[in-house]
T-cell receptor, first 114, second 112 residues
Framework: EAQVTQNPRYLITVTGKKLTVTCSQN?????MSWYRQDPGLGLRQIYY???????DKGDVPEGYKVSRKEKRNFPLILESPSPNQTSLYFC?????????????FGEGSRLTVL | GQNIDQPTEMTATEGAIVQINCTYQ??????LFWYQQHAGEAPTFLSYNVLDGLEEKGRFSSFLSRSKGYSYLLLKELQMKDSASYLCAVRPASGGSYIPTFGRGTSLIVHP
């Protein structure tokens, strides 16, 4: 089954404790992206990647890191989480070129930073 | 820059028709998407318009006017399960820029 898988789905952590949210897709998509979603603000892009070893900042990259060492994986790293990073996070992927190129989203990771 | 506007919330009655509008101002245009998102779940793709006109897909249709920077999503024969947030997203001009920008979403409440 074609899917985007994120882990963990739920996490409560404390300020300053490094954490990683993993994202993996099995559709051989070139493009992958991370979003955060907050009430009233909609989906805001954190980082994106057009292919392996190619990453770029989105609209709200501060406090986050990413890597794209393999085509299927795109982990999101919070080196020193803070309470303002409490949010619902979505990973998404899509094909580049040809067709609509719609985004396929993971199920989301709800993060709470105390 | 890009600016996408959609109403924050709409309500409608089961069985009725509702139209959700989206206006956009972008530095270029290479397609407009509509996604549906139920509370606490991931967005799912509904439609894609790149040329002017109406695209029909079952109970859902999407319209685009590029000259007016305007799109709408039309939902017919509303069902309770259509209660969700509807996200409009615009992809800017081609030539390397692939990143879609999302509007803040329209929360649709369908009541009996």
């Amino acid at each position: 089954e074609a899917q985007v898988t994120q882990n963990p789905r739920y996490l409560i952590t404390v300020t300053g404790k490094k954490l990683t949210v993993t994202c993996s897709q099995n559709m051989n998509h070139e493009y992958m992206s991370w979003y955060r979603q907050d009430p009233g603000l909609g989906l805001r892009q954190i980082y994106y990647s057009m292919n392996v070893e190619v990453t770029d900042k989105g609209d709200v990259p501060e406090g986050y890191k990413v890597s794209r060492k393999e085509k299927r994986n795109f982990p999101l790293i919070l080196e020193s989480p803070s309470p303002n990073q409490t949010s619902l996070y979505f990973c998404a992927s899509s094909l580049l070129g040809g067709g609509a190129g719609e985004l396929f989203f993971g199920e989301g990771s709800r993060l709470t930073v105390l | 820059g890009q600016n996408i506007d959609q109403p924050t919330e709409m309500t409608a009655t089961e069985g009725a028709i509702v139209q959700i509008n989206c206006t956009y101002q972008t530095s270029g245009f290479n397609g407009l998407f509509w996604y549906q998102q139920h509370a606490g779940e991931a967005p799912t793709f509904l439609s894609y318009n790149v040329l002017d006109g109406l695209e029909e897909k079952g109970r859902f249709s999407s319209f685009l006017s590029r000259s007016k920077g305007y799109s709408y999503l039309l939902l017919k024969e509303l069902q309770m399960k259509d209660s969700a947030s509807y996200l409009c997203a615009v992809r800017p001009a081609s030539g390397g820029s692939y990143i879609p920008t999302f509007g803040r979403g329209t929360s649709l409440i369908v009541h009996p």
